[in-house]
């Protein structure tokens, strides 16, 4: 629960005598922030509460406000913080308030870029506000024509954005406010010349937003010309989830491997499971495998079309499917709710992929379990 100080009622601190009755007079001081509090529109704050959101949180109790006041801001936290609301919440306001405003959003992943639409479309709803998702392994003479709609929000990756603007399709310079999301992983992924570009494009008179777990070296060389005297919001707790209890499941061979996986999933607790492989071939191949075994199982790699991979995740996130099995790469970004446990069957490459799949799980106020299997 965050809180902020009800002034309407004062107290002298000289008259106090110890550290509890601080503390006692301070609760009886203070109220709960809601998400009704913020200066939006009353149809936003009702989408927003229908959504389910009642209490904001660090990221958004943080961030919403200076957005709104239309300043720079950078952000540092962990992904399941609650960023998507924290950036689209006030920009949605903002052109609601101004049609003439547009917003666009950059993400590193398809994936990801997807979800800001869906959220969006939650957020929007009734505001006669429209997007476009412009994103690769999509029909491009669609997102053509969605443009020609001349959306308020565009939301994309940075490939297909450059291949939007080489083909005169889409203009960066009427672009009021702009979010870089997830920049580290925009970095680690290769896309820093993309950004420098696309950046080089926009109108100095802007609106910029950046989030990010890590400042590392060349995410600051990003940050030097995308704000201009930014509000700083850190709320990261740390490398690996606090509400993630992480144990290591110890195993043999191959064939012991899968039994023990199964084993596992018959358990009633595990709900909502994320499993990890590190190849394409490997993740098609137990999917198959649990399929076969009757377990409610798809997955999601590189080898399969775009459309393919938003369809099992929809499935994924609406429970007709108990198990999600995916790479590294396809799973980049996935802000999934209620997912129990993740496994990682195949060890992760490095610590870094490793604190990436466990955050899949224990997400903004959840408990979560992280598996992983060993020799």
Do not use: W
Not at 53 to 75: M, S
Not at 117 to 144: H, P, T, V, W
Not at 255 to 279: A, D, S
């Amino acid at each position: 629960m965050y809180k902020r100080f009800n002034n309407s009622r004062r107290f002298d601190p000289s008259n106090l005598i110890n550290t509890q009755q601080v503390k006692q007079i301070i609760d009886e001081h203070v109220i709960s922030l809601a998400f009704t509090d913020f200066q939006v529109s009353d149809q936003l704050k009702r989408n927003i509460i229908e959504r389910g959101y009642k209490t904001p949180t660090p990221i958004q109790d943080q961030a919403i406000e200076p957005i709104l006041k239309g300043q720079d801001l950078i952000g540092i936290a962990n992904t399941g913080t609650g960023k998507t609301a924290a950036f689209l919440i006030p920009l949605i306001d903002k052109v609601f308030k101004d049609r003439q405003q547009k917003v666009l959003i950059i993400a590193p992943t398809r994936e990801l870029a997807a979800q800001i639409r869906d959220e969006f479309f939650a957020f929007s709803r009734s505001l006669g506000i429209y997007c476009a998702l412009c994103i690769g392994g999509a029909n491009m003479s669609r997102q053509k024509n969605d443009l020609r709609r001349n959306p308020s929000f565009v939301i994309g990756t940075p490939g297909r954005i450059q291949d939007l603007i080489r083909s005169k399709s889409l203009n960066l310079s009427g672009f009021g406010s702009v979010v870089l999301d997830e920049a580290d992983r925009m970095v680690d992924i290769g896309f820093i010349h993309d950004i420098k570009y696309l950046i080089s494009l926009l109108l100095p008179s802007r609106q910029s937003l950046f989030f990010s777990a890590t400042i590392g070296r060349e995410v600051r060389e990003i940050l030097q010309t995308f704000v201009r005297n930014p509000v700083t919001v850190s709320v990261k707790t740390g490398e690996t989830a606090e509400n993630v209890r992480q144990d290591i499941i110890k195993v043999g061979n191959s064939n012991r491997k899968i039994e023990e996986l199964h084993r596992l999933l018959q358990r009633r607790e595990f709900e909502k499971v994320l499993v990890f492989g590190r190849t394409k071939h490997g993740v098609q191949k137990l999917s198959d495998e649990l399929v076969k075994r009757g377990f409610k199982a798809d997955a999601i790699h590189g080898n399969k079309k775009q459309n393919q991979r938003i369809r099992t995740l929809e499935k994924f996130k609406t429970n007709v499917i108990q198990i999600l099995i995916a790479t590294d790469v396809a799973a980049r970004g996935l802000d999934i709710p209620n997912v129990s446990h993740v496994i990682n069957y195949d060890l992760p490459e490095s610590r870094e992929v490793y604190i990436h799949r466990i955050g899949r799980t224990g997400r903004v106020d959840k408990k979560g379990v992280a598996l992983t299997f060993v020799g």
